[in-house]
Nanobody
Framework: VQLQASGGGSAQAGGSLRLSCAAS????????MGWFRQTPGKEREFVGS????????NYADSVKGRFTVSRDNGRIAVILQMNNLRLEDTAVYYC????????????????????WGQGTQVTVSS
């Protein structure tokens, strides 16, 4: 599975940005896709996820009510819509794809995901 992320860039605090991530290759066994972010010296942090079956979403507390993960209709792709951006949202954002598992995963850990897209920088300024 290959993931191609796009979008991102710079915005002022309170503004919006949108990221997209498209998957290609053997996606039949995919549980869904997630978004993570990382700042220098810190571990990769869960942002949100979208489950293909049923469309369930899950979000980190830090982005609830501001960020939305949705599926791009007709495509094996997800969108991360980021509204009301804050300075602390500045990070490199990564999309990831997870295969289905019988292990009762939360899909909030980087180790739950098998494939990763290239990172895309999001910078929020005051």
């Amino acid at each position: 599975v290959q993931l191609q992320a796009s979008g991102g860039g710079s915005a002022q605090a309170g503004g919006s940005l949108r990221l997209s991530c498209a998957a290609s290759g053997p996606t039949r066994n995919t549980w869904g896709m997630g978004w993570f972010r990382q700042t220098p010296g810190k571990e990769r942090e869960f942002v949100g996820s979208y489950r293909w079956s049923g469309g369930a979403t899950n979000y980190a507390d830090s982005v609830k009510g501001r960020f939305t993960v949705s599926r791009d209709n007709g495509r094996i792709a997800v969108i991360l819509q980021m509204n009301n951006l804050r300075l602390e949202d500045t990070a490199v954002y990564y999309c990831a794809s997870a295969e289905r598992s019988s292990r009762g995963l939360s899909y909030t850990l980087a180790s739950d995901y098998h494939y990763w897209g290239q990172g895309t920088q999001v910078t929020v300024s005051s």
